[in-house]
């Protein structure tokens, strides 16, 4: 099965606290990544994205250097395919659901990516999930 990974679930990895009671949701999604019959797609700011808090965390002292290169190591065993796709569709389609949805950018690009690749997204964002339900995409939920 494919979904779309929100940077808001890979995140909640690195921050184990910041997941709180979605904890469990987040790791079933890792967990169902790791089994290899799941993959997930991400638009192309997921990286800048995971980057940027990442840097931010090493900055505050939230996490060490080593903690977040082991993170990162294991973000990258994991199936994640880039949607390079989705630059392209920032001016047109992520801008008018932004707009219609008042999301950021970013988190649009989540649910354009969803919209049409027909799949399931995962996200901890309350916004976005609100989003996607409004627009018809399912919730992501891990077996």
Not at 52 to 65: F, I, L, P, Q
């Amino acid at each position: 099965m494919t979904f779309v990974l929100d940077a808001s679930v890979a995140l909640s990895w690195l921050l184990e606290d910041a997941a709180g009671r979605d904890g469990p949701y987040a790791f079933g999604i890792l967990k169902a990544l790791r089994t290899g019959d799941t993959q997930c797609s991400v638009p192309v700011v997921w990286g800048l994205e995971v980057a940027n808090v990442v840097a931010r965390c090493e900055s505050k002292a939230h996490v060490t250097e080593a903690q977040s290169e082991a993170y990162l190591e294991m973000l990258r065993e994991l199936a994640v395919q880039i949607d390079i796709v989705s630059a392209g569709q920032s001016l047109a389609q992520t801008l008018q659901l932004a707009r219609r949805y008042h999301l950021s950018a970013y988190d649009a690009s989540y649910l354009e990516l969803a919209l049409r690749l027909s799949c399931p997204l995962a996200t901890l964002d309350a916004n976005l999930r609100r989003a996607a339900e409004k627009a018809g995409v399912r919730r992501f939920k891990p077996a």
